[in-house]
């Protein structure tokens, strides 16, 4: 039903609209919005050939737009009020061999961080069991090293770790470093969700942040993950001092892996002092957005999940990345070796502002990603944007 507008807005309004209408729907909204946005906007599954040109106009879109196009398609594959709830611990503390310039735990980095060994078996479950009792459904485990070479003992202890979760109906994940084919397929029969293995920047601006692993190298951990039926988890860190061609660049990188991650970590750079970047001024909250923003459009099916630097977000920032398409945080005590939002200060905020926490293994049920030349004309975008989740298992 169309309302008149009061006689009282101007003359030039009523010349262009005449009447108040109710939102438009996704068809007419990507008939109005040039190129990649609305093709993006109009699509029915994920589609893994993305121009790097396509992604820079999407990230480009007046941010309006932009999060107005992302909030729809975020409200079409997934339900809009679910987080996932996810708890980080580190079970091997400092002392690592890589020179990331970002990381407190680099032996080459003196920030006053001691290295430990790693955490007992029955420590690690203790811990995991609080964070359930706390709401969080996925449980995070990181070890400060290069690789897992060598690390026989490492390894089992941490495949016993992830299979005591997995008891616990949680999901679990962990970030070892790079591993080989036969590790992961060990992670795998152990029951591991998710394997997380960062990719941080684009390829172009990586060797200026890190120099002892290549780019290459994180992609080929990937693949032994995706190869092993293992949950790729991998995104970036912003405020490095990169470009917004380098963001780009690394939303153009995994959107177009032969299939999206299933989480995408969106980090906000941290300054330690006593690392190269110790120094440097946290991202401007409207480049974190529209990063946000442009990886819910990109990858439409995948977890985008507000990680590092969340703490430093207003709670008025933090909803508006929700509303943009973010939908997992890491909540708890401590976050490697940063400090985290806690279980009850992100309890209150979703009960102000009507979110719940996701169940584990819960997703909605994503079409297969499939390739959509960029020429061709957007199909016409169904009305219907909710899609209901279902439970499925890792």
């Not at 040109?53 to 999407?58: Q, S």
């Not at 299979?163 to 992670?187: F, K, P």
């Not at 997992?328 to 719940?356: I, P, Q």
Request: hydrophobic share 35%; net charge positive; with cysteine.
């Amino acid at each position: 039903m169309s309302l008149p507008i009061p006689r009282t807005f101007p003359r030039t309004v009523l010349r262009s609209y005449g009447t108040v209408q109710g939102p438009p729907s996704a068809a007419s909204m990507a008939s109005r919005i040039p190129g990649a946005l609305a093709e993006a906007l109009a699509a029915t599954a994920p589609r893994t050939n993305w121009s790097r040109d396509d992604i820079d106009a999407i990230y480009n879109t007046p941010l309006n737009q932009l999060t107005y196009a992302s909030t729809s398609i975020h409200r079409r594959f997934h339900d809009p009020s679910a987080i996932q709830m996810c708890t980080l611990m580190n079970i091997k503390t400092g002392g690592c061999s890589e020179d990331c310039s970002y990381c407190a735990q680099s032996s080459r980095h003196n920030t006053g961080l001691k290295a430990t060994k790693m955490s007992p078996v029955d420590d690690v479950l203790e811990k995991a069991r609080m964070a359930k009792a706390n709401g969080s459904t996925r449980f995070c485990m990181g070890a400060a090293w290069r690789d897992m070479r060598g690390r026989k003992t490492s390894l089992k202890n941490v495949k016993q770790m992830v299979s005591g979760i997995r008891d616990m109906n949680m999901e679990v994940c962990v970030t070892l470093g790079m591993i080989d084919q036969n590790q992961a397929q060990e992670l795998k029969d152990a029951g591991l969700t998710a394997y997380n293995h960062n990719l941080d920047t684009s390829r172009e601006f990586y060797p200026t942040i890190i120099t002892t692993r290549s780019y290459d190298e994180r992609l080929r951990t990937l693949d032994h993950v995706r190869d092993a039926g293992i949950n790729v988890c991998s995104g970036g860190i912003l405020g490095l001092g990169e470009s917004d061609s380098d963001r780009v660049g690394l939303l153009h990188t995994v959107s177009n892996l032969p299939s999206h991650p299933e989480s995408f970590p969106v980090n906000a750079l941290v300054p330690i002092p006593g690392t190269p970047l110790g120094d440097r001024k946290m991202i401007p909250f409207d480049r974190l957005l529209r990063t946000i923003a442009t990886a819910r459009v990109v990858m439409p099916g995948t977890i985008v999940r507000l990680a590092a630097g969340r703490i430093a977000l207003s709670e008025e920032q933090q909803i508006a990345c929700f509303q943009a398409g973010a939908n997992a945080v890491f909540t708890g005590e401590k976050m490697l070796t940063t400090d985290c939002n806690g279980w009850d200060e992100d309890s209150v905020m979703f009960k102000r502002w009507g979110y719940y926490p996701m169940k584990a293994f819960e997703r909605a049920q994503i079409p297969a990603a499939k390739p959509a030349p960029a020429s061709a004309t957007p199909p016409p975008a169904p009305e219907a944007e909710n899609a209901a989740p279902a439970a499925a298992s890792s």
